[in-house]
């Protein structure tokens, strides 16, 4: 819906396009092809670039999600090729954010594809406050903490959600509960005193619990395809998986404590505290059963349909095994 078209407060220099469905196609081209923006295709994002007569400044990931006619084409046309491994301590879209952006990037087609790394998107809001936006064809997120002033755009409401540590917010002088829905027909003062809030813009006759990001902070995961599991301090659970099973397991919105067994990269000792900055995405069950026992915190445990016995094979994690090309 680019809601930032009528935000001049936010002028992104960077695009990052993902594989997730992409907001509205026609004012999304148009959009890229008259603002001066460098474009990175995340992976499966280069598909849409090809279908949309897009040329990205680079394309990144570990190209399991590319097809394969559109990157020959991507080496013919000269573009940088980032190839990244599969194992790795970062997700595709991470070391996009970490090789391209600048100031402000806005990020296409980084929510809803799945659950986990929908939520891994949303942490790394966090990480920079004011300086990405995510647009999906029904919302547009962003992190904020510190004072802001959101200009006045009467199609759109905001919807104010606290993302971590208890933030207290202050508007028009007084303290406000969140969640909170505020329309914007007027300029909007906001004051984040500590903590981080999720700032998420709809259309006015949107329904919120229509918004992916609120259904995702509030743990509603009924829309969501497999099996889902938020498991708290003190309690141990074994689950039946199978050998390759892709597992993710995120800290809900807060530090926490997890030990595992029967996963390819165990959570124990060192690496047993899980943060926004370091989590367990796209693990792989090594046989039938996953055992997780939460020493501390809440832990979202996702088991998708994914079976991925390749990674099985894989001996090390590698974040600087990066093949490029032009």
Same mark, same amino acid.
């Not at 259904?215 to 969501?224: A, K």
């Given at each position: 819906?680019?809601?930032?078209?009528?935000?001049? @407060?936010?002028?992104?220099?960077?695009?990052?396009?993902?594989?997730?469905?992409?907001?509205?196609?026609?004012?999304?081209?148009?959009?890229?092809?008259?603002?001066?923006?460098?474009?990175?295709?995340?992976?499966?994002?280069?598909?849409?670039?090809?279908?949309?007569?897009?040329?990205?400044?680079?394309?990144?990931?570990?190209?399991?999600?590319?097809?394969?006619?559109?990157?020959?084409?991507?080496?013919?046309?000269?573009?940088?090729?980032?190839?990244?491994?599969?194992?790795?301590?970062?997700?595709?879209?991470?070391?996009?954010?970490?090789?391209?952006?600048?100031?402000?990037?806005? @990020?296409?087609?980084?929510?809803?594809?799945?659950?986990?790394?929908?939520?891994?998107?949303?942490?790394?809001?966090?990480?920079?406050?004011?300086?990405?936006?995510?647009?999906?064809?029904?919302?547009?997120?962003?992190?904020?903490?510190?004072?802001?002033?959101?200009?006045?755009?009467?199609?759109?409401?905001?919807?104010?959600?606290?993302?971590?540590?208890?933030?207290?917010?202050?508007?028009?002088?007084?303290?406000?509960?969140?969640?909170?829905?505020?329309?914007?027909?007027?300029?909007?003062?906001?004051?984040?005193?500590?903590? @981080?809030?999720?700032?998420?813009?709809?259309?006015?006759?949107?329904?919120?619990?229509?918004?992916?990001?609120?259904?995702?902070?509030?743990?509603?995961?009924?829309?969501?395809?497999?099996?889902?599991?938020?498991?708290?301090?003190?309690?141990?659970?074994?689950?039946?998986?199978?050998?390759?099973?892709?597992?993710?397991?995120?800290?809900?919105?807060?530090?926490?404590?997890?030990?595992?067994?029967?996963?390819?990269?165990?959570?124990?000792?060192?690496?047993?505290?899980?943060?926004?900055?370091?989590?367990?995405?796209?693990?792989?069950?090594?046989?039938? #059963?996953?055992?997780?026992?939460?020493?501390?915190?809440?832990?979202?445990?996702?088991?998708?349909?994914?079976?991925?016995?390749?990674?099985?094979?894989?001996?090390?994690?590698?974040?600087?095994?990066?093949?490029?090309? #032009?």
């Amino acid at each position: 819906m680019l809601w930032l078209c009528c935000c001049p @407060i936010f002028q992104p220099d960077c695009v990052f396009i993902g594989k997730s469905t992409l907001p509205q196609v026609e004012q999304t081209c148009r959009y890229l092809n008259s603002h001066p923006v460098s474009i990175i295709a995340v992976d499966g994002g280069y598909n849409y670039c090809c279908e949309l007569d897009l040329k990205p400044k680079a394309i990144v990931g570990d190209f399991d999600s590319i097809h394969p006619d559109y990157l020959s084409s991507a080496q013919d046309a000269s573009i940088e090729i980032r190839r990244l491994p599969r194992a790795k301590d970062q997700t595709d879209l991470e070391y996009a954010l970490e090789t391209y952006h600048k100031h402000q990037s806005l @990020i296409l087609g980084g929510l809803g594809d799945r659950i986990d790394h929908s939520f891994y998107n949303l942490y790394l809001l966090m990480q920079r406050p004011f300086e990405l936006l995510l647009e999906t064809p029904s919302e547009t997120a962003i992190a904020l903490n510190g004072d802001y002033t959101i200009p006045a755009c009467s199609d759109y409401k905001v919807l104010l959600l606290s993302a971590y540590k208890n933030p207290h917010v202050s508007f028009q002088g007084k303290i406000l509960e969140l969640p909170a829905e505020i329309p914007l027909d007027q300029p909007l003062d906001l004051s984040i005193d500590s903590g @981080i809030i999720f700032a998420v813009f709809l259309l006015t006759d949107t329904d919120n619990q229509a918004s992916f990001t609120r259904q995702l902070l509030e743990q509603d995961f009924s829309m969501l395809q497999g099996q889902t599991t938020i498991l708290e301090a003190g309690q141990m659970r074994s689950f039946q998986t199978q050998p390759g099973q892709t597992i993710s397991l995120i800290p809900f919105l807060g530090p926490t404590t997890v030990e595992t067994k029967g996963l390819k990269w165990e959570l124990s000792g060192n690496f047993s505290h899980l943060t926004p900055n370091f989590m367990s995405l796209s693990n792989v069950a090594t046989g039938d #059963q996953v055992s997780i026992n939460v020493l501390s915190g809440q832990v979202l445990c996702v088991f998708t349909s994914i079976i991925d016995t390749e990674m099985l094979s894989l001996k090390d994690i590698s974040s600087t095994s990066v093949l490029t090309t #032009q």
